[in-house]
Each structure stands twice: as structure tokens, then as C-alpha cells.
């Protein structure tokens, strides 16, 4: 849902995206209705495909919340992060130059999960980061822990998530 694409790609007549400066101004309300639409098709195609058994899982996140043009935030609605989000200071080489220092993570956004089998219709409480999505894919892949995911204590997706 990233605007500001200003090469068009050959084959792909949406691009270049228009970039939305408000929250839901005209063209950010275009991003969200092609995500939406994109999202809607990928998730039908998968689950019915031969790939997809009860052992599977789409995980959807978007991976920051609306860009309001907040000067105190770097441009975004919140910078606010949740659980384990590291704090990262003005100015880090790490991050954007008009980062304004404090906790990165994004803000808050929804994550849902898609299974083949387990729970139904769940709202989760549970306070996750994209760190937690990293680090439980690593875990079900016996992958070694890459960047953030290595955090001591991280909350890992649980049973209220996938079975």
C-alpha cells in the first residue's frame, strides 16, 4: 500500500502509485481498495490451491500504520511500537533521517491469520510485533534468529494464534 512509486513497471499499468499525504485522503483510500482487492484475490487462489492443507497459514500485516505527515513522528499517524519494540535514537544510520528517535515498531496494526485448521474468528490480546511473526516462522523452520527476532523474552505466536 506504499505510494510514491514513480517508475512505471512494463506490464503493471498500476504503478506509478499515488501517494497519500492524510489519512484517508483520496489516493490513500485508492491504496487501501487496491490492497484490499489484492489481498481478497491471493487469499482465495492459495487456499484453493493443492498447496493448501490443514497445516497451513497466511499470515496478513501491513507493516506501519497511516502516513499523516506528523512531523513529531517521522511523518506517521503513530510511531508508537508495542512489545519488544527496540528504541532507536535520532539520527540512527539504521532508519530514515527524519526519524525523530524513540520507539521504532511502526505503531499499532492488526495481523490476521488465515489456517487450514485451528481457531476461528479469534481477536488475540496478545501483545505480538513483527519480531514475534519473524521469530515464530524461524522456530516452525528451525531457522537461526535473524536481527530483532533474537530478542530475549520476545512473545512468539501462540496457540491463540495457529494450532
Known sequence: MHGGVFTAVP???ETPCPFGSAKDDANDAALKAKADQFVHTAVDT???SRAWTRHSA???VTDENDFTGNESTGGWESADGCCDSPY???GDPRVSAD???GTFGGGLIPAIVVTGSGPRHVVSNTPYNHY???ASIEDLFHLPYLGYAATPGLQR???DVYR
Open 157 to 159: 505466536f501462540g496457540l
Open 132 to 134: 514475534s511473526l519473524l
Open 46 to 48: 492459495i487456499t484453493g
Open 99 to 101: 526519524w525523530p528517535g
Open 11 to 13: 506490464g503493471h499499468p
Open 88 to 90: 532507536v535514537a535520532k
Open 58 to 60: 497466511i499470515v496478513i
